[in-house]
């Protein structure tokens, strides 16, 4: 990956940007800056100054803003803010990560919708295929949403041994076999085996009941339709054999990211994604395989992007001999590493309350719509409105993991410094500016991904079916689901940012009131044969609800301390 360097005296001008001076003071700065900084500098060499390092370390970053001409009081100030480029540089990587499974769940449903015969009845139709590609996707996307706080962990403790190598400055320890380790190798070692075994775990599981788990979450009408709950069933079971790949794909792109890598990440998703379109194309459109064609595909995307990612993350997080640790230390006598699985399942608790809210939300919708008459096309458009949103929400998911990985360096304090102490009050403004900041950014791209999704429901649903039926039931939901992907964004930041404060227990009642509340609504819906439409008014009214309490308890606390103490 590439680093940004700039030499110090623009890094004089950009410091007292930063910190509200102007930029004449900077410029009245710049000749005793650079001549300081080139006396340091070797005479065969012209060294710059590291952004990212300058970003990440507190103490560099003090000491370069009273350089710069910033206040030289007895406090210590607040790192500078997190420039636009550090944002994006890791906001695409992470985009990546969240972005695949929806996309190819996606792409599933658009050569489902596509290939068979409009109007065709029967379980070869499109609106039947489409109907039961609904439950079973829900199935699968939510089985590996369940497990992203393997993710989350993977890149915290990686990140985080990184960072202590590179402080400690400590060496390279020494394998059984005599080799130099890498900083954080046992973090990656856990993190795999880990999500492996998680996965087989997972698939078996899955392959063992999910027949049952699918007519129950349909219902019984739904469940008698022709060929509805095999087809479902069937999808199931082939995606399935993909869990422990999947689990694992995930956790090394997650390390990747936490060592800074943004390319090979999406190197990974490109090559799911053309195996995945390809494999659609010939399986489902050229030899009619439907909804088998699509599960088939989807499993071989996923299985070539994991092997894909296997030995450039080999090279880039371990050292040359070492491995993934993905068989038992009992076969290799390797001795354990320095992070154990239970230090994964620390992340679980708190992660896995919200979770597992999101997931019964929509499982709870789709459970009504495929109760609601005029099936199954009422089931598809429902299908298809909730695709189109697991597409969207990453784009605002991501800023939530901006939140969380960066507003800690304003909530936790530094050390007294040479007499100086941190000024509370200075570094919580710091952290409300960085939290409003991000609130905007969410809502910029929330009302843009909210029109993409909402006029493709509207004016261009013969991009993801050609049943004149389904594209009738869906164009209604066009507008409600836009409001709905638009008020996911204040929810998605304010919901990172109260994470990185560590206000989980707020977090967890408020989904636990907001999931409470949902299910009698959406049965009344269901009993009452409303249209499909009214099921995703609720879910916007549930996205509200949840936006104002998140929003609310951010300007509630407001000027108020939430900075940790000292480290």
């Known amino acids: 990956m590439t680093i940004l360097r700039i030499p110090a005296p623009a890094i004089a001008i950009l410091l007292a940007l930063g910190t509200g001076q102007s930029c004449a003071f900077a410029s009245h700065n710049i000749a ?125 403790l990686y990140a985080s041994a990184l960072a202590k190598g590179a402080i400690d400055n400590t060496t390279n320890k020494s394998n059984k076999s005599g080799v130099e380790e890498k900083p954080g190798e046992g973090v990656v070692r856990t993190a795999a085996k880990t999500s492996l075994y998680s996965g087989i775990g997972l698939m078996f599981f899955l392959l063992a009941v999910a027949r049952p788990l699918i007519a ?43 060592a800074k890598d943004s390319v090979t990440p999406l190197v990974s998703i490109l090559y799911s994604t053309i195996v995945n379109v390809s494999g659609d194309y010939l399986l489902v459109n050229k030899f009619h395989m439907g909804l088998k064609g699509a599960a088939i595909a989807t499993l071989c995307a996923q299985l070539a992007g994991t092997v894909a990612m296997i030995p450039a993350a080999r090279k880039r997080l371990l050292s040359k001999g070492s491995s993934l640790g993905l068989l038992p230390r009992w076969m290799t006598n390797r001795p354990p590493d320095e992070i154990t699985a239970r230090t994964f399942l620390k992340f679980a608790a708190p992660v896995l309350t ?4 999101k997931i019964s939300a929509f499982g709870f919708m789709t459970n009504a719509a495929a109760g ?13 409105a909730l695709s189109l949103f697991f597409f969207a929400s990453p784009f605002l998911e991501v800023i939530s993991q901006i939140a969380q990985a960066f507003l800690p360096t304003y909530t936790v304090l ?78 998605a930041v304010s919901e990172g940012a109260l994470i990185a404060r560590k206000e989980l227990t707020y977090l967890a009642g408020v989904y636990f009131i907001s999931t409470a509340l949902l299910p009698p609504v959406l049965r009344r819906i269901r009993s009452g044969g409303g249209p499909v439409s009214q099921v995703w008014i609720c879910f916007a009214l549930f996205q509200l609800f949840r936006s104002s309490c998140f929003l609310g ?12 103490k000292e480290v």
Not at 127 to 155: C, E, H, K, M
Request: aromatic share 6%; hydrophobic share 50%; proline share 6%.
């Open 32 to 156: 005793r800056n650079t001549q300081t900084h080139r006396s340091l500098q070797r005479p065969s060499s012209h060294k710059s100054i590291d952004l990212q390092n300058f970003e990440n370390t507190r103490s560099s970053a003090a000491a370069l803003q009273l350089r710069a001409g910033a206040s030289s009081s007895a406090t210590i100030p607040p790192p500078p803010p997190a420039s636009s480029l550090s944002l994006i540089k890791f906001y695409f990587p992470c985009l990546a990560l969240w972005i695949s499974g929806p996309l190819l769940s996606l792409v599933d449903t658009s050569f489902i919708g596509l290939s068979a015969k409009a109007g065709a009845v029967g379980a070869a139709g499109s609106a039947a295929q489409l109907a039961a590609l609904g439950p079973a996707t829900t199935f699968i996307d939510g089985s590996l949403y369940l497990f992203a706080f393997l993710n989350v962990a993977t890149t915290n």
């Open 216 to 258: 129950l979450y349909i219902g019984e009408e739904a469940a008698a339709s022709p060929g509805l709950l095999d087809a479902a069933h069937e999808y199931v079971k082939i995606r399935a054999l993909s869990m422990p790949t999947s689990l694992l794909g995930g956790v090394l792109q997650a390390a990747l990211l936490g």
């Open 354 to 357: 919200l979770i597992l809210g």
């Open 372 to 384: 609601l008459p005029g099936q199954p096309a009422t089931l598809a458009a429902h299908q298809i």
């Open 414 to 491: 530094p050390k007294e410094e040479r007499g100086r102490k941190a000024d509370v009050a200075e570094w919580q403004a710091a952290s409300e500016k960085f939290v409003f900041r991000l609130e905007k950014v969410g809502l910029a791209v929330g009302a843009f991904i909210a029109s993409v999704v909402g006029s493709i429901v509207a004016f261009a649903p013969g991009i993801v079916t050609k049943d004149a039926g389904v594209q009738a039931a869906a164009k209604p939901l066009a507008l409600i689901l836009a409001a709905g992907v638009s008020l996911t964004a204040p929810v």
């Open 553 to 564: 308890r951010i300007l509630a606390t407001r000027g108020k301390k939430d900075t940790e």
